[in-house]
């Protein structure tokens, strides 16, 4: 379990790093998996080039346009993603902050999250809350490094303390994410920390906490598997996209 003073970290900060919560031949494992079903496309998936984010390809008829940005519903692809999302190492931990009946999230996040060196796109400023519809703004993410995430390969940044902040609507582009014209959001973003993972690290966030991620600058494609947690009682609301796949309850 998370000390008490960790347990504090998270409430103040909105996020915190547990190191080596997943063993090394787990993560070459998943790494592995994941590379299988990046040569073979398998589906679903989510390419760049349908994103559009600063430093996608055009289109996937473009260079580089077939290029997977992220490989969906990660729990029904292999049992060892599965295994993992609802291991004793996450439930203990995720306990303390959702209570006892915790819910696996399928319809967002539930995947291996990539950045490649030549076509991997910028991440903007951005709440993972503003895209899912629930009845109250409480999820968790917990992102495990199946590798070394650093600046230079497409790490995430975050802004400590920005889950507690009620952001006005207009402080956010049409495609939700942070205007950076603005005074006020320049400043807070001078609060931005990077996140420095290694293989097996684990870092647990609010669905409400700023964060972003650059390109990778490296040789190497970056692989994180990433999942979603919220209460029992705290339901996803209807004919929205946080409905659309079944969540699962944790024993």
């Known amino acids: 379990m998370f000390t008490p003073d960790e347990v504090e970290t998270f409430n103040r900060d909105g996020y915190i790093v547990g190191r080596r919560l997943a063993d090394s031949h787990l993560c070459d494992r998943m790494k592995t998996i994941a590379q299988d079903h990046l040569a073979r496309e398998t589906p679903p998936v989510e390419y760049e080039a349908d994103?559009?984010?600063?430093?996608?390809?055009?289109?996937?008829?473009?260079?580089?346009?077939?290029?997977?940005?992220?490989?969906?519903?990660?729990?029904?692809?292999?049992?060892?993603?599965?295994?993992?999302?609802?291991?004793?190492a996450l439930l203990i931990r995720l306990r303390q902050w959702l209570g006892p009946q915790v819910m696996l999230v399928q319809a967002h996040h539930n995947c291996v999250?990539?950045?490649?060196?030549?076509?991997?796109?910028?991440?903007?400023?951005?709440?993972?809350?503003?895209?899912?519809?629930?009845?109250?703004?409480?999820?968790?993410?917990?992102?495990?490094?199946?590798?070394?995430?650093?600046?230079?390969?497409?790490?995430l940044w975050l802004v400590p303390g920005s889950?507690?902040?009620?952001?006005?609507?207009?402080?956010?582009?049409?495609?939700?994410?942070?205007?950076?014209?603005?005074?006020?959001?320049?400043?807070?973003?001078?609060?931005?920390?990077?996140?420095?993972?290694?293989?097996?690290d684990v870092l647990f966030f609010h669905c409400r906490l700023l964060h972003a991620a650059g390109r990778n600058r490296s040789g190497e494609t970056k692989y994180s598997a990433v999942f979603t947690y919220c209460r029992a009682d705290n339901r996803p609301v209807a004919s929205t996209r946080s409905a659309s796949l079944p969540s699962i309850a944790l024993n």
């Open 51 to 88: 994103l559009r984010y600063p430093g996608a390809p055009q289109s996937r008829g473009a260079p580089g346009g077939r290029t997977v940005r992220r490989l969906l519903q990660a729990c029904s692809r292999d049992r060892h993603f599965r295994d993992w999302a609802s291991s004793g």
């Open 113 to 155: 999250m990539t950045k490649h060196p030549r076509f991997g796109s910028l991440t903007g400023w951005h709440q993972d809350i503003r895209y899912w519809s629930f009845e109250r703004p409480e999820l968790i993410s917990v992102w495990l490094a199946l590798g070394p995430e650093r600046e230079n390969n497409g790490g």
């Open 163 to 200: 889950h507690l902040i009620d952001f006005d609507r207009a402080r956010f582009d049409d495609a939700l994410f942070i205007r950076q014209d603005l005074v006020s959001n320049r400043k807070l973003l001078e609060r931005r920390v990077p996140i420095r993972l290694d293989s097996g």
